[in-house]
Each structure stands twice: as C-alpha cells, then as structure tokens.
C-alpha cells in the first residue's frame, strides 16, 4: 500500500505564503512525477504544477512567478511554496504522484487526501 500525506494548509491573508508538503510512504520502488492540483468550490480539479525525478518543472499560468515546487528524494516528499497569495487561490491541494511498487511494473497514480488553503482577509 501507499500513502501520500498532505499538510501545510490553512488559512492565510491576501499577499500571504504558505509551504505545502507531501510525503509518500508505503512500499515504493521508484517515483515518477509528482504534482500538485487543485480544486475550488463548484470547480473541476485543475493542475497547478508538477516536477520530474530529475527535477524539470511545469507551471500553470495562473501560478507562474508565484508558486515553487520542489522535491526531495531521498524523502519520497514534494513542497509547493506559494508565495503572494490571492483569494483565487481558494481551493482544496491534492498531491500527486507516479509510483511504481515494483522494478518490473509500471507507475500508476496516486493521491493525497487534499490540504485546505483559504486566502481571505
């Protein structure tokens, strides 16, 4: 079994920052990408950003020059700094991850359980 823990959320006033973590624990031969998505009240989930094992990196639009990901290997956990927070970034964060248990199978996808951000004066 695998499990990717979320925390880090909460509440935080327009102009705030908040750091995101996700560690991924269980019986792991190797990760893939890792990401974070997110999804607002009365909202389809949508992809903020993503990074790969060797670190290269994808943004939404909406995040760029706001948001940072990274991760630690060695951990099995990837961080999201957000930075200059806006109420439009009001939504439940799941992680995301590729997994593999096995040398010999292939990576399916795994999710957290979400982590609250609220942005509100």
């Known amino acids: 079994q695998v499990q990717l823990v979320e925390s880090g959320g909460g509440l935080v006033q327009p102009g705030g920052s908040l750091r995101l973590s996700c560690a991924a624990s269980g019986s792991i031969s190797s990760i893939g990408a890792m990401g974070w998505y997110r999804q607002a009240p009365g909202k389809e989930r949508e992809f903020v950003t993503a990074?790969?094992?060797?670190?290269?990196?994808n943004y939404a639009d909406s995040v760029k020059g706001r948001f940072t990901i990274s991760r630690d290997n060695a951990k099995n956990t990837v961080y999201l700094q957000m930075n200059t927070l806006k109420p439009e970034d009001t939504a439940v964060y799941y992680c995301?991850?590729?997994?593999?248990?096995?040398?010999?199978?292939?990576?399916?996808?795994?999710w957290g359980q979400g982590t609250q951000v609220t942005v509100s004066s």
């Open positions: 995301n991850a590729a997994i593999a248990l096995h040398t010999w199978s292939r990576r399916y996808d795994y």
């Open positions: 990074i790969t094992s060797g670190g290269s990196t």
